[in-house]
């Protein structure tokens, strides 16, 4: 299984981004599919996550901001960023996971977001 994202770059406060990340390879089903985050200094964390259902959950800081969606045809998902801060610079990663199949679990290359004062 490949994840390949796209789409980040630099981007002044108050702009919008999309994020997209392509999955191939053997895909199961369900499958939950995100969007990670890790700032320079700091841990990985959860920016948004959806469901092959579509049912999303979103981190406190982004929701409101950002969605996530995802094309199950194209095996890829999706992030909208918009009314971005400084704060949200990163290097943003997807995920393609098995909810119970714990070796079922995918990360891709990361790519860049930054967010301009």
């Known amino acids: 299984v490949q994840l390949q994202a796209f789409g980040g770059g630099l981007v002044q406060a108050g702009g919008s981004l999309r994020l997209s990340c392509v999955v191939s390879?053997?895909?199961?089903?369900?499958?939950?599919m995100g969007w990670y985050r890790q700032a320079p200094g700091k841990q990985r964390g959860l920016v948004a996550t959806i469901t092959s259902d579509g049912i999303t959950n979103y981190a406190s800081s982004v929701k409101g901001r950002f969605t996530i969606s995802r094309d199950n045809a194209k095996t890829t998902v999706y992030l909208q960023m918009n009314s971005l801060k400084p704060e949200d610079t990163a290097v943003y990663y997807c995920n393609a996971k098995h909810p119970y199949r714990a070796s079922w679990n995918y990360w891709g290359q990361g790519t860049l977001v930054t967010v301009s004062s």
């Open positions: 390879g053997r895909i199961f089903s369900p499958n939950v």
